[in-house]
């Protein structure tokens, strides 16, 4: 069954440095999202990513963001200057089609930790 | 914009038992899509079910099953005959299917333990 996988599955880095968290969608799709989870908050909308151009993205994504689909499988989400506010899990989740009704396929998540 | 609203934040249920979980959510859109995931300790998000807006019959997975109550905006969960690996946090989720990016808004989550 194809997924969603993401790499790594935890990261390190110290405040002011920048990560890239990397996802591999299923093959197929042409909707690609980020979300964010606090721990033990909800599941939070960062962005969303079609046709290589972010379609919607939320308050959270800020200038220090960014997202890219470099080579037509890889897609990533950079974080310029981490904050210790930024350690949270990071779901990355693909769809086929925004007019489907089938869900959206989640990665097993990175959990980023800022010290 | 959308809000989802779950406010159950802790339910226990015994094994075999059935437990419900509340789901209301706030849209002035007619068509859209609903969901509830599943987050084990993993924190894997796992679908569990789906209800599209415009179908009036309820979904139904297994022993999972949805009361949809478009007027009321309401969208429970019931899980029958619960088991030891039901217990995870729930999520309940709206999609748009008008909004560019289609994005999911996420309820608070409720947390199910299931008592042997």
């Known amino acids: 069954e194809p997924e969603v996988t993401q790499t790594p599955s935890h990261q390190v880095t110290q405040m002011g440095q920048e990560v890239i968290l990397r996802c591999v969608p299923i093959?197929?799709?042409?909707?690609f999202y980020w979300y964010r989870q606090i721990l033990g908050q909800k599941v939070e909308f960062l962005v969303s990513?079609?046709?290589?151009?972010?379609?919607?993205k939320s308050e959270i994504f800020d200038d220090q963001f960014s997202v890219e689909r470099p080579d037509g499988s890889n897609f990533t989400l950079k974080i310029r200057s981490t904050k210790l506010e930024d350690s949270a899990m990071y779901f990355c989740?693909?769809?086929?089609?925004?007019?489907?009704?089938?869900?959206?396929?989640f990665g097993p998540g990175t959990r980023l930790t800022v010290l | 914009a959308q809000t989802v609203t779950q406010s159950q934040p802790e339910m226990s249920v015994q094994e075999a038992e059935t437990v419900t979980l509340s789901c209301t959510y706030d849209?002035?859109?007619?068509?859209?899509?609903l969901f509830w995931y599943k987050q084990p300790p993993s924190r894997q998000m796992i679908l569990v079910i789906r209800?599209?807006?415009?179908?009036?019959q309820n979904a139904t997975e297994n022993r999972f099953s949805v009361n949809f109550q478009k007027a009321a905006k309401s969208f429970s969960l019931k899980i029958s005959d619960s088991q030891l690996g039901d217990a995870a946090m729930y999520f309940c989720?709206?999609?748009?299917?008008?909004?560019?990016?289609?994005?999911?808004?996420f309820g608070g989550g409720t947390r199910v333990l299931v008592k042997p």
């Open positions: 989740a693909s769809i086929l089609s925004r007019t489907s009704p089938n869900e959206q396929f």
């Open positions: 093959s197929n799709h042409l909707y």
């Open positions: 990513f079609y046709n290589n151009e972010i379609s919607e």
């Open positions: 849209t002035s859109e007619s068509d859209y899509y």
């Open positions: 209800q599209e807006a415009y179908k009036q």
């Open positions: 989720a709206y999609r748009s299917t008008k909004a560019a990016g289609n994005k999911l808004t």
